[in-house]
């Protein structure tokens, strides 16, 4: 049976940006049984070759059909079913739609999943990933050849084409998100398995605070080869203001924070940086 009110995360990024890994660790945090997995690619209103032809890159919202998200959405959380669109990224194109039941979390992974304020407000928690600049290519790069077939220097053919598109329409979302975390190269040198120092910064948006950017700077902490180091991941007290924009997004807060912890971890483990996509698409295994 559906839940009554399921609550809703939103994960933001640029492509390459680590929302794949991010959705799966708090899934796994919440239980899988409990999580229902979307990824906003589907909703591309044209395949790989009709954007080519019409000149236009999958970030430009016109590419995205950002009304039936809204509209799915919304019966996602009044516990109803959806029948949503299928984008394949092996070759561009659209398969069968396909039915999904909401769970207790539902998880959605985006490029433009809080580009409106209205679009904002279908989610209880928002997070925006927003990684060193030079990581997040090398890491689109990674899995774009690995699992999507293209080569390095096709890749970075595209990269170079959707900046001007990621630069007006994925990063000013920033600034619309409940937490926003960033990953970073640390100090330490690259082990002899391929393992890198990581460094993550979290900033909790603090609702209601009168300050210029609606953002507050959390801690900074750091792992190599996947092993955690004492630095603490800011946790909002009781006493302060909410970071969520909902009762509900406020509660799973320490969980989303804990999966990004998971996220950094895996990250920097080289042999985990390509993960896997789940056999079914909106839900993981035990």
């Known amino acids: 049976m559906p839940p009554a009110s399921p ?17 799966l660790c708090i ?7 409990r999580a229902t997995l979307i990824c906003l690619d589907d909703y591309h209103r044209y395949g790989r070759a009709e954007r080519e032809r019409r000149g236009i890159t999958a970030l430009n919202p016109e590419c995205n059909r950002l009304d039936l998200v809204a509209d799915h959405l919304a019966a996602l959380r009044q516990g109803r079913a959806i029948a949503k669109p299928v984008y394949d990224h092996h070759d561009g194109t659209f398969g069968p739609d396909e039915v999904v039941e909401p769970r ?7 490029l433009l999943g809080l580009h409106t304020e209205a679009l904002a407000q279908c989610f209880d928690l928002s997070v925006f990933l927003d990684p ?33 598109d990621a630069d007006r329409y994925i990063a ?7 937490i926003v975390i960033r990953f970073a ?43 955690r180091t004492n630095a603490a991941t800011p946790h909002p007290a009781s006493h302060s203001p909410p970071v969520a924009r909902t009762a509900a997004g406020q509660r799973v807060v320490p969980l989303v924070l804990a999966a990004a912890e998971s996220a950094r971890d895996l990250h920097a483990t080289a042999r985990s940086r390509i993960p896997s996509t789940p056999p079914d698409r909106h839900s993981i295994t035990p």
């Open 104 to 110: 207790e979390v539902i998880v959605v992974r985006g």
């Open 172 to 178: 000013p979302q920033r600034d619309r998100a409940d």
């Open 7 to 23: 609550v809703l995360i939103g994960i933001v990024g640029d492509s390459g940006s680590g929302k794949s890994t991010l959705s």
């Open 27 to 33: 899934a796994q945090a919440a239980d899988p049984e």
């Open 132 to 164: 060193d600049p030079d990581l997040r290519v090398r890491w689109k790069v990674e899995r774009d050849c690995a699992k999507r077939g293209y080569s390095r220097d096709q890749v970075m053919e595209k990269i170079s084409h959707r900046r001007p």
């Open 185 to 227: 190269p640390g100090s330490g040198p690259v082990d002899e398995t391929g393992d890198i120092d990581l460094d993550m910064q979290i900033t909790l948006r603090r609702v209601g605070e009168p300050d210029d950017s609606g953002l507050t700077a959390g801690a900074t902490s750091g792992a190599t080869g996947g092993a």
